[in-house]
């Protein structure tokens, strides 16, 4: 299997299966309630692993979301893929990379995958 293959099949199971498993939590409790309960009761569920995860995580959309900003020409889709980065996660991450891999022309490499469009 090729590079860009295995990264189509990649991003494609992660985004079915961010799109499953959130669709199974929210089915327990909507996402809305569950913020506004920590925002009102912080320290019921107060756990120092918790927010080291969560940092953990936020720091890597921001990582990821560099790369995008770095790819990107337009100041509009960099502004645009940064919240839907940071409010979907891995969600609008796989999007954007299947977004990338799809425009790739056949036979295209990691350099070309990586490199903004037109400096390969």
């Known amino acids: 299997m090729s590079v860009r ?3 189509l099949l990649w991003s494609l199971l992660v ?7 959130s669709a199974w939590a929210t089915g327990i409790v909507s996402i809305v309630p569950a913020i506004q309960d920590l925002l009102q009761n912080p320290a019921a ?3 120092p692993w918790t927010i080291a995860t969560l940092f953990d995580a ?3 959309f921001l990582w990821f979301w560099l790369w995008i900003a770095y790819r990107e020409r337009s100041l509009a ?4 893929w940064l919240p839907a980065v ?5 969600i609008a991450m ?9 425009s790739l022309p056949p036979g295209a ?3 070309e995958l990586l490199l903004r469009p037109g400096s390969a």
């Open 94 to 102: 796989a999007c954007y990379m299947l977004k990338v891999l799809w």
């Open 77 to 80: 889709a960099r502004i645009a």
């Open 58 to 60: 936020y720091f890597g």
């Open 109 to 111: 490499g990691v350099r």
């Open 15 to 21: 985004l079915a299966g961010l799109v499953g498993v």
């Open 45 to 47: 569920g107060y756990n």
């Open 5 to 7: 293959g295995g990264l």
């Open 86 to 90: 940071l409010l979907l996660g891995n």
